[in-house]
């Protein structure tokens, strides 16, 4: 063996040592990260599952409601829908919304002409638009409902201007469902004798719609159609 090839091999053992040195005095905080990393993943995965199976659960109990309301096992649909909206957790509130949704679209429908089946559907709405542990858009969705549904009606529990202030919140500029909020206030403006008001939502709904033909505008031109003719101030210079 030549001196340099001595002195190469020897630096080797001397590098070998020393890694295994450092090996010796921090091998405990390698274990200690990688046993941290695998609970970490390991916990991840199982609090995905457990969410998962939740919403699995969730979707199959909805599914055998509305197959009891379709088959007219009303009664057994309205339980399945209650349980849904009393055992949904954050993660499934979707489900409790749309079980909210289909028991107070069953009073409207099913038992359309009771006035008391009428009343309560409202006030689901109101329930909806109310529950602070619903996204926003559920919120806006049940306002909506309920101001649709409680025009020209004075329903006990749903106080008219709490509900016209937030349709006044979805009538905001950028809010996907503004023009839908607009064309309902307007309404509401006609029947509270607020004609100007009336008019202007309704000139802002043709105004701002896609399609100047669009059934909405079309619908907001129908409602300015009964209003009184404007009165135009002349000058008198």
């Known amino acids: 063996m030549s001196e340099k090839d001595f002195v190469q091999e020897v630096n080797e053992d001397v590098r070998t040592d020393r890694l295994l040195a450092v090996w010796r005095k921090y091998s405990r905080y390698f274990y200690t990260f990688v046993v941290a990393v695998l609970v970490f993943v390991g916990g991840s995965s199982l609090y995905k599952n457990y969410h998962l199976n939740q919403s699995m659960e969730m979707s199959n109990a909805y599914a055998d409601a509305l197959e009891f309301m379709s088959k007219r096992k009303y009664e057994d649909g309205l339980k399945a829908l209650e349980q849904i909206e009393q055992s949904a957790t954050s993660g499934t509130i979707g489900y409790a919304v749309m079980a909210k949704m289909q028991r107070a679209s069953y009073l409207l429908g099913a038992k359309k002409g009771d006035e008391k089946a009428f009343e309560e559907a409202i006030k689901?709405?109101?329930?909806?638009?109310?529950?602070?542990?619903?996204?926003?858009?559920?919120?806006?969705?049940?306002?909506?409902?309920?101001?649709?549904?409680?025009?020209?009606?004075?329903?006990?529990?749903?106080?008219?201007?709490?509900?016209?202030?937030?349709?006044?919140?979805?009538?905001?500029?950028?809010?996907?469902?503004?023009?839908?909020?607009?064309?309902?206030?307007?309404?509401?403006?006609?029947?509270?004798?607020?004609?100007?008001?009336?008019?202007?939502?309704c000139q802002t709904v043709i105004a701002e719609a896609n399609d100047p033909e669009s059934a909405i505008a079309d619908r907001c031109r129908a409602i300015l159609a009964t209003l009184p003719p404007e009165i135009k101030t002349v000058d008198s210079k």
């Open 124 to 201: 689901i709405y109101w329930e909806v638009s109310s529950n602070p542990d619903f996204p926003s858009v559920y919120q806006n969705v049940g306002t909506y409902l309920a101001a649709y549904y409680s025009i020209g009606q004075t329903v006990a529990d749903v106080p008219k201007d709490q509900l016209l202030q937030r349709l006044e919140k979805i009538s905001a500029k950028g809010n996907a469902k503004r023009l839908l909020a607009l064309e309902l206030l307007a309404h509401y403006h006609k029947l509270d004798g607020r004609v100007q008001s009336a008019r202007e939502a």
